[in-house]
């Protein structure tokens, strides 16, 4: 059976819900078996690769028409836990682009400038310009996972006291609903992945970075610190798909435990969402063209 793009949105697409979802239910180290059952693990794997590849011409003629149209643009929000592969995926799937109509912006602490501010700001001041591709290495949901994970950093956001109600983070879920409507509703299509990694897989990834000194510089001890709340911050990311998995910006869950799963999925996703637009390289008027018609004479000439 062919893995077509609608068995993507039935597998990984989060459906706008009320009901709980729950990421166990969601397989982290799927590699599409029951697909290609005839395929041994290095053949699969050569097949996602060359899925890739392909994906990534596509992707490249789209974002040139993206840019050429220059009515929308794309943001990718990244969220997942640490060692999931965020920066591999952004450096694998953006490879094929032209860095022009591309930017990518990573979100650590917040500084005291944005703590003077309500927590979008930051955020929206990096939101990509027409006929961009924008990423968001982390994002505006920080501020519904690591702050709800842990409340001293919410403490630092200085809020109002009447804003701390047992609705508080149901508040939240609403700006960000809303915000992520008024992005689309005006342009900006907004695709959101988690990169669904087990706990595991992500001892496996710690340790062969300890093993490996030439990798040292990507662990920090929040990264051991952070390990030791996995539960904690999978049900913030449970709550947060169910809220705010929307029509208009929903969340994809993609299988994170082979690396090569989850950039092939998200190139095929960004790919397709592009393609969906449906858009044309702008044409000229008749006028133009005749001005153009000379132009060329003269040249000739
Ligand atoms: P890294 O992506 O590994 O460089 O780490 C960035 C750090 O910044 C992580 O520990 C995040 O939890 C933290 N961070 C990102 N956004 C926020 C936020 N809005 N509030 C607090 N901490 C954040
Ligand atoms: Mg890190």
């Known amino acids: ?18 009901g709980r979802i729950r990421l166990r239910n969601y397989d982290a180290a799927w590699a599409a078996r029951d697909h290609f059952r005839d395929l041994k693990k290095d053949a699969l794997k050569a097949r996602a690769e060359k899925y890739l590849k392909t994906n990534l011409a596509a992707l ?3 974002q040139e028409v993206l840019w050429a149209s220059d009515r929308y643009s794309l943001l990718i929000v990244l969220q997942a836990m640490d060692a ?14 032209n860095p022009q109509g591309c930017q990518v912006y990573s979100f650590k602490k917040p500084s005291d400038e944005d703590l003077d501010h309500t927590f979008l700001w930051r955020y929206m001041k990096a ?3 027409r006929g961009r591709i924008g990423i968001f290495n982390r994002s505006y949901y920080e501020d519904v996972l690591v702050v709800r994970v842990h409340r001293e950093l919410l403490e630092r956001q200085k809020l109002p006291p009447e804003s701390f109600g047992r609705r ?3 508040a939240r879920f609403e700006d960000i609903n809303r915000f992520e409507h008024h992005l689309a509703r005006n342009g900006t299509v907004v695709l959101k992945f988690f990169l669904h990694m087990s706990k595991a897989e ?11 000194p030439a990798k ?14 996995w539960d904690a911050y999978h049900e913030a990311f449970e709550d947060v798909f169910r809220h705010t998995s929307t029509k208009w910006a929903p969340w994809w869950i993609v299988p994170a435990d082979h690396k090569w799963v989850a950039r092939a999925i998200v190139a095929a996703v960004v790919t397709r969402a592009i393609q969906d637009l449906d858009l044309k390289v702008p044409a000229v008027s008749r006028g133009r063209e005749r001005e153009l018609a000379h132009a060329r004479t003269r040249l000739v000439r």
């Open 1 to 18: 059976m062919a893995l077509t793009h609608k068995h993507l949105e039935k597998l990984f697409r989060v459906p706008p819900t009320k």
């Open 60 to 62: 490249s003629a789209a």
């Open 84 to 97: 999931a592969g965020k920066d591999g995926t952004i450096k694998h799937v953006m490879s094929g682009v």
């Open 127 to 129: 939101l990509p310009e």
């Open 168 to 170: 508080f983070w149901q």
């Open 202 to 212: 992500q001892r496996k990834r710690f340790l062969a970075r300890l093993n490996d």
């Open 216 to 229: 040292h510089w990507k662990m920090s001890d929040a990264d051991i610190e952070e390990r030791e709340h």
